[in-house]
C-alpha cells in the first residue's frame, strides 16, 4: 500500500514522500481501516519537523487524525463492523491508504454527518471543548483569546457560545474581524488598530475577563494578559508567531494572575473516559445539528504533499486542508 513516509526530520514539503509499505493487518482488539480522509494539523507538520513534544523514531510515519472505513476486524473486537465510517483522532500513522487502530479509539460516525466535516471531527475540536472545561468558566462569563480567526480559535467561539460563555476574540487585522463576522462569530477586534482596548471595552461593556488563552506567542500574549482580570488565568495553548512570549509584570504582580500550559494530548489521556465520551458526544450533536462548523479549504491527494504542507501555513486561509490517498 501508499503512504507517506520521512527518513530525516525537516520541512515537511521536502522530506515527507510517498513509498510503498505492508499493509497492517490487525492484530487482537484493533481494527484495520481504509482511509478515506484525513485533515492536516500543525502539530503533525510540526512532528515531521521533530519540534513537537511527540518524536518518532526515523523512518516514520505521519498523521493523527483520519476518516474511513472498517475494513477487516481483529479478534475480539464487538461493537463495530466491516464496512462502518468511522474516525479516530489519536492513531500517529494515519497517512496511508490503510492503517491499524485498537478498536477503542475508533468513534463510529453518524449518517447526518459528512465525509469532510467527519474527518476533522476529534482532534481540533476536542482541544477547543477540552479547553474549555480546563477554563471552567460558567454561562455569561467572559473570556479572551488571540488567534480567534484559526481553527481552534473559531471552534472554541461556537462551542463556548452554545454553553453560553462570551468569547471577546483577537485578531492581528481588520479583515480578519470581517472573516468571523461571515461565519457568525461576533465580538472580535484587531489589533492593528490604535484604539483597539476601547473597541474591546466597548463590546465587553465593562465586565471582568475571567480568562485569557494565547496561540500566538511573542507580544500578542502581553495583549492577552493585559485584558484578564485580577485573579484571572492566562493559558499558554501554542506559540504561532513566537516561542517566547513577552508578558508585562505588572499585569502579573498586580492582577495576581495564573500562567499555565495546555495540552491537548495530556489533557485526554488525563481525562475519565465517560467524560471523555459525553465531550465527544457534545462535538458531534452540535456538528450534526450545524451549531459548530468544520469548513474545508481543498483536498490534496498523497502526491501532491509538499503543496499541501505548504498551503497549510498560508495567511487568511479558511478551513482545514485534507488529504486522501
Known amino acids: 500500500m501508499r503512504a507517506l513516509v520521512h527518513e530525516s526530520f525537516g520541512d515537511p514539503a521536502v522530506v515527507l514522500h510517498v513509498a510503498e509499505v505492508d499493509t497492517p493487518e490487525p492484530e487482537a482488539g484493533q481494527v ?5 480522509l484525513s485533515p492536516i494539523h500543525n502539530h ?13 523514531e526515523l523512518p516514520a510515519r505521519a498523521g493523527t487524525e483520519a476518516m474511513g472505513v472498517i475494513d477487516a476486524l481483529g479478534d475480539g473486537v464487538e461493537g463495530l463492523r466491516v464496512g462502518q465510517r ?8 494515519v497517512w496511508a491508504e490503510y492503517f491499524t487502530a485498537p478498536a477503542a479509539a475508533v468513534i463510529p460516525v453518524p449518517d447526518a454527518i459528512d465525509d469532510e466535516s467527519a474527518a476533522q471531527l476529534v482532534s481540533m475540536p476536542f482541544s477547543a471543548i477540552s479547553l474549555l472545561e480546563y477554563l471552567d468558566v ?16 473559531r471552534l472554541v467561539a461556537q462551542l463556548a457560545e452554545a454553553r453560553g460563555v462570551r468569547v ?9 474581524v470581517d472573516e468571523l463576522a461571515g461565519a457568525g462569530i461576533r465580538n472580535a477586534v484587531a489589533t492593528d488598530s490604535e484604539d483597539w482596548k476601547q473597541r474591546v471595552a466597548e463590546l465587553t461593556g465593562g465586565a471582568s475577563v475571567v480568562a485569557g488563552v494565547d496561540s500566538v506567542g511573542g507580544r500578542s500574549s502581553g495583549e492577552v494578559a493585559s485584558l484578564v482580570a485580577e485573579n484571572g488565568t492566562l493559558v499558554v495553548f501554542g506559540a504561532m508567531a513566537s516561542p517566547t512570549m513577552e508578558l508585562p509584570s505588572g499585569a502579573i504582580i498586580f492582577n ?13 489521556a488525563a481525562m475519565e473516559p465517560a467524560h471523555r465520551a459525553a465531550l465527544i458526544g457534545e462535538i458531534i450533536a452540535r456538528v450534526a445539528e450545524g451549531t459548530l462548523a468544520l469548513p474545508v479549504s481543498a483536498v490534496h491527494t498523497f502526491d501532491d504533499v509538499s503543496q499541501a504542507a505548504r498551503a497549510n501555513f498560508e495567511p487568511g486561509r479558511v478551513g482545514k486542508l485534507l488529504l486522501q490517498p
Open 32 to 36: 484495520r481501516v481504509r482511509t478515506v
Open 86 to 93: 468511522v474516525v479516530t483522532g489519536g492513531t500517529f500513522g
Open 44 to 56: 503533525d507538520l510540526w512532528t515531521i519537523r521533530g519540534t513537537y513534544g511527540f518524536k518518532p
Open 168 to 176: 471577546l476574540g483577537l485578531v492581528r487585522r481588520a479583515d480578519g
Open 256 to 268: 495576581q494572575l495564573t500562567v499555565k500550559g495546555f495540552w491537548g494530548s495530556k489533557m485526554s
Open 138 to 153: 460558567r454561562p455569561g462569563e467572559w473570556i479572551v483569546q488571540n488567534a480567534a480567526n484559526g481553527a481552534v480559535g
